[in-house]
């Protein structure tokens, strides 16, 4: 019986500290309401959904581009201040990371999702919107796809 007291005051004590980390980064607090959605695709540098002017190409190395969120936000009144998402990568040409962040905001040195040259794979993140609707996708080092699948929004959600 100890080990499982242990482990609950553990995970009591961590889901406290990722409250008050996620807090502190801006991400939605105890006041914010969690609404999943249908999963819908919202970026793909492999087809060109989501990307200006359409263009199908990788991410370059320290290369930041932006989503807007807006028409798939549309629905959501008053609008969301953050957004879930699944954030996958493919065919990165180098070891290297992706990093959502708030719109314009600094790419620092967290990241979403790691990977390596030819790996495919995914994560799940929460990320702050602002007032903008809009979300920078940014990447370390060498080439890489990345598909973005929206997968709910916190916020004051009536």
């Given at each position: 019986?100890?080990?499982?007291t242990?482990?609950?005051?553990?995970?009591?004590?961590?889901?406290?500290?990722?409250?008050?980390v996620?807090?502190?980064?801006?991400?939605?607090?105890?006041?914010?309401?969690?609404?999943?959605?249908?999963p819908?695709?919202?970026?793909?540098?492999?087809?060109?959904?989501?990307?200006?002017?359409?263009?199908?190409?990788?991410?370059?190395?320290?290369?930041?581009i932006?989503?807007?969120?807006?028409?798939?936000?549309?629905?959501?009144?008053?609008?969301?201040?953050?957004?879930?998402?699944?954030?996958?990568?493919?065919?990165?040409s180098?070891?290297?990371?992706?990093?959502?962040?708030p719109?314009?905001?600094?790419?620092?040195?967290?990241?979403?999702?790691?990977?390596d040259?030819?790996?495919?794979?995914?994560?799940?993140?929460?990320?702050?919107?602002?007032?903008?609707?809009q979300?920078?996708?940014?990447?370390?080092?060498?080439?890489?796809?990345?598909?973005?699948?929206?997968?709910?929004?916190?916020?004051?959600?009536?």
């Amino acid at each position: 019986m100890e080990p499982r007291t242990k482990r609950k005051t553990w995970m009591a004590a961590a889901g406290a500290a990722l409250a008050t980390v996620a807090s502190a980064q801006g991400v939605p607090g105890p006041s914010s309401t969690f609404q999943s959605t249908p999963p819908v695709r919202v970026l793909d540098t492999r087809t060109g959904l989501g990307v200006v002017d359409s263009e199908i190409a990788p991410i370059g190395p320290a290369e930041r581009i932006t989503l807007d969120l807006t028409e798939a936000l549309a629905g959501f009144d008053p609008g969301p201040n953050a957004v879930v998402v699944n954030v996958g990568v493919e065919g990165g040409s180098a070891q290297s990371f992706v990093a959502l962040l708030p719109f314009e905001a600094d790419a620092g040195a967290t990241s979403n999702v790691n990977f390596d040259a030819g790996q495919t794979i995914a994560n799940q993140a929460t990320v702050q919107l602002g007032g903008t609707n809009q979300i920078d996708i940014f990447n370390a080092a060498g080439s890489v796809d990345v598909f973005i699948d929206l997968q709910g929004v916190f916020g004051n959600i009536v």
